[in-house]
């Protein structure tokens, strides 16, 4: 199970984390490790619905869809945790250029 | 030093919490420099909450809360309002929690004193607190070793003598395998007996929080506070949730014993045996019992743990909260915030997660894990009807040397015995079953029993007997 340099380079643009050069490197063969020894899971067989049905039904739990809170209680919080605000807005770069 | 002596001190007015309080503060004061548990010490507001708690002792006395003036250590993933949970991170190093987790407000609620916050390693990814972006906690037993981890902090608190308790989270062994390497009770509760709502998630359906303490006995009474039905928090479960488990005079344990030839040191086997033999004396069964497919369990377990883990921790993205890192445009803030916040053991988890979940490869990892778990889970549901308690170390190994474990998967090796707990989602208890001798030191190991779901209180019964009672 080998893991490239792209491969990695490629996960981390998946996962939003820029990577350097070294860490590329140094992932790849250590990623590629782990999967050699986690992809013994590979031999298992069976179906995990099948298999499931014996444990029981899984059923969804779901509160009540009412408002619990009054409006603008938590408002100031957690807008003094963001690290940039506007007035009671969380600014964040431009994301549309005007022309092309 | 527990909490029950602590209490019943108070009670008779023979010691009071301002005292606890100080000595815990000057314990801290002397030793935390070269341990290096605490991230921060709330030393003001513990001695204002201990004048109130002696002053309440005074006129209250047998009817005063049952934590009330004991000084506790939460592990720094676990939010309480107003205070930095950095979960050992970088990217969280000055957030300053907005909420209360239900754990915290249940302890305060009882007047448990929240004395400080305790390292860990980064979002409780590791098994040495050396992951820690802060500093590396160290083992109080034997200052060239480690604590274990993730909740290292915790557990070096308690082994300090700072505390009589300290609270930590459990996702493959985080408060068992420290609990073992520090010689204290440690408990991963049946999942959703305690509310996660207010913890910084790893892996959802695998963390839960537990107590590390000197005695069972407290280990049942911080549970039962922390433990219950929880609106914020969906997965907690009702008492009837799962069948009741009774009481017995003496039970039958299960030894998984071909699980137990991989890799286990042999005077960790025979602290084991010693211990085997103890319930034996004490005229409980020990049969073998046959697991097969918990040999695969680690396996399965960094499969599903990194997916959870690469899922959860895409909320930190340098926008909402936590470190920014500025970019020419909103992407590379993603991505410089993420680069500059997360350690390597984080990214390595995120990255492995991110390619087990993708799309050509998720049947052929991610299913076969789940597969693994439910078949993990009839695998239990049948042992169980032979078995009341299966019986392991619960690590394989005494605590190690700091930078003994270099290599990932040698590190990931330290959790074959806890990580099925969590996959199958049973509670299980650690207690101190004796210790073996390194280099002139006598260092702790554990033993782990692992219940059927819902069995926590069953635990504590049989825990209270082989250790709490034989201990004094």
Known sequence: MSITTEEVTHLGKLSRIALTEAETTAFSTEIEAILEYVSTVASITGDNATVGVALGARVNVLREDVVTTVEGEHTETLLTAMPHRQGNYMAVKKILTGSK | ?472
């Not at chain 2, 004796?434 to 029993?449: C, D, I, K």
Request: with cysteine.
């Open chain 2, 1 to 472: 030093m527990t909490i029950s002596d602590l209490r019943t001190q108070y009670i008779a007015g023979t010691y009071t919490p301002t005292q606890a309080v100080e000595a815990a503060l000057s314990v801290i004061e002397k030793r935390d420099g070269e341990v290096g548990a605490f991230l921060a010490v709330y030393a003001m507001e513990a001695r204002a909450q201990a004048a109130v708690a002696t002053a309440r002792f005074a006129s209250e006395g047998v009817l005063a809360p049952a934590l009330l003036g004991i000084p506790l250590a939460l592990k720094n993933n676990i939010l309480q309002k107003g205070k930095i949970a950095t979960a050992g991170s970088k990217i969280l190093e000055n957030y300053v929690a907005s909420y209360d987790a239900t754990l915290v407000s249940r302890l305060q609620t009882a007047g448990a004193i929240i004395i400080g916050a305790v390292n860990m390693d980064e979002f409780a990814m590791g098994g040495s607190t050396e992951n820690s972006a802060f500093w590396i906690t160290k083992n109080p037993l034997d200052l060239a070793r480690v604590p274990g981890g993730s909740s290292g902090g915790s557990a070096a608190a308690v082994a300090m003598g700072a505390v009589p308790a300290a609270i930590g989270t459990d996702t493959g062994g985080s408060v068992r395998q420290p609990a073992s390497y520090c010689g204290l009770v440690g408990f991963k509760p049946t999942y959703g007996a305690v509310s996660r709502y207010g913890l910084v998630a790893m892996g959802s359906s695998l963390d839960q929080a537990g107590p590390l303490t000197n005695s069972v006995a407290d280990t049942e009474l911080l549970h039962s506070i922390m433990s219950g039905l929880d609106p914020m928090d969906a997965t907690t479960i009702a008492p009837d949730t799962y069948p009741v488990v009774s009481e017995k005079t003496h039970y039958t344990f299960g030894v998984p014993r071909a699980f137990l030839g991989t890799g286990v040191d042999p005077d960790v086997l025979a602290v084991f045996e010693a211990h085997v033999a103890e319930l034996k004396a004490a005229g409980h069964t020990v049969v073998d019992i046959e697991l097969p497919m918990f040999e695969a369990g680690l396996a399965a377990y960094y499969i599903v743990m990194p997916a959870e883990v690469s899922s959860n921790l895409a909320r930190f993205d340098g926008i909402r909260y936590g470190l920014s890192v500025d970019g020419p445009d909103l992407l590379s803030v993603y991505e410089n915030s993420r680069a500059a916040g997360f350690g390597a053991e984080v990214k390595r988890r995120i990255l492995l997660g991110t390619y087990v979940l993708s799309s050509g490869y998720y049947d052929a990892f991610y299913g076969k894990a789940e597969l693994v778990r439910t078949k993990m889970r009839a695998e239990l549901s049948a042992v169980f009807k032979t078995v009341d308690i299966i019986l392991t170390p619960t690590a394989p190994t005494p605590a190690f040397k700091i930078g003994e474990q270099s290599d990932p998967i040698s590190m990931y090796r330290q959790d074959i015995f806890t990580v099925p707990v969590n996959l199958t989602g049973v509670p299980a208890l650690s207690i101190p079953g004796g210790v073996v001798e390194r280099e002139g030191v006598s260092l702790p190991v554990g033993v782990q029993y692992i219940g059927p779901h819902g069995s926590d209180f069953l635990l504590f019964a049989i825990g209270k007997a082989m250790y709490d009672d034989k201990k004094n």
